[in-house]
């Protein structure tokens, strides 16, 4: 990102210099639609980022500029209040809106300001853009208004901007990683207890690499649906079994107890999650002892779990993921909440250049569209850069 067009940007627009912040976009390694039933994740912030320059402005209002949206689609300007109904019309707007509201909600007094946002997490590519956008400006906020936030209340903040200015019901797993990221780790998190440690992670001999169907996901209904499976499930085994209040709290034999008493749609996703809740931890001991083709293994039966128990993936994801395994690939699986985006591949160095090239031109073949590719790199979480 070029921080001094952005920031000439910003002064063009506001007449003034403003401060400049970043957060990042996320991959997770293994452990999908486990962190809204409490289970681990093992994500990590990656060098893509969503960038803000901000000031205040000394008016009620917000003014808030994005220039890379489309402006044939929306406006790149935004100019709204900070009551409860002062919502903005463009969803790129209500992100910054709904952060603002979650901070007042918990008492903070936001001033007006003036907000340029530009990015280069791709968008609905599975990459987190939107909890990259929410932490970077809960982290501009907090710092420009010494609001006293500390980073887990700013995940939080920004998860519930997405459940209730979004209305994406998600985890926490997005907005933790993007706060907490650190260079050359992956975050393990339990997302019950909130506890988590950083995991150092530098596969010797092997690349992460993420290949971009391009075909979009904008996460909504679908991921909402998946949840509420989850939770009739819980409901169920709780009668039994009060003290599971989670699928983290359920194992495989209490599931088959309530197999006449829920749906088969439903029983297969509990299913799933409770398979991947144990297999990230199967992984985490594979990692510690540097099998990365043991735990690339447990990347392919995600994807199938999340392909045919979950049913998150598509046509497209499938076929990256075919490719991945007839090129010897170590590990390939669709990766975020699914729908579209990208597949995360565990990828001996030996075979990356064939593996790309072939998997690339198939592709592209197939579908009629030219895949992205983007080499992992693991870096910090959200911060002021200027
Ligand atoms: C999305 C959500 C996360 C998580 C993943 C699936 O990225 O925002 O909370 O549920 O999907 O693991």
Redo the contacts with the bound molecule.
Sequence with gaps: MDITKITAKFKELYGAEGAVYAAPG?I?LI??????NGGF?LPGAIDKAIYCVIKPNGTAKVRAYAPDENPQVVSLNSEFGLEESDKPKDRWAQYIFGVCREMSKKGAKIPGFDILISGEVPLGA?M?S??ALESCVGFALNDTFGLGFDKLQLALIG?AT?HNYVG?K??????FASCFGKEGSLVRLDCRSLEYEYFPFDPKGYKLVLINTCVTHM?GGE?NER?ESCERVVAAIAKKHPEVALLRDANPDMLKEVSNNVSAVDYIRAEFVIEEIQRLLDTCELLKKGDYEAAGRKMYETHTGLSLKYT?SCPELDFLNEKAKECGVAGSRVM???FGGCTINLVKDELYDAFIKSATEAYEKAFNIKPLVYDVVIKDGARKLA
């Excluded at 452990?31 to 809204?36: C, F, K, S, V």
Aim: hydrophobic share 25%.
């Design positions: 996320r997770n452990g999908e639609h486990t962190d809204y994740v599975g987190s939107s909890a998860q997405e994406v998600c985890g926490i797993m997005d907005q996460l991921y949840r998150v975020g909440g699914g």
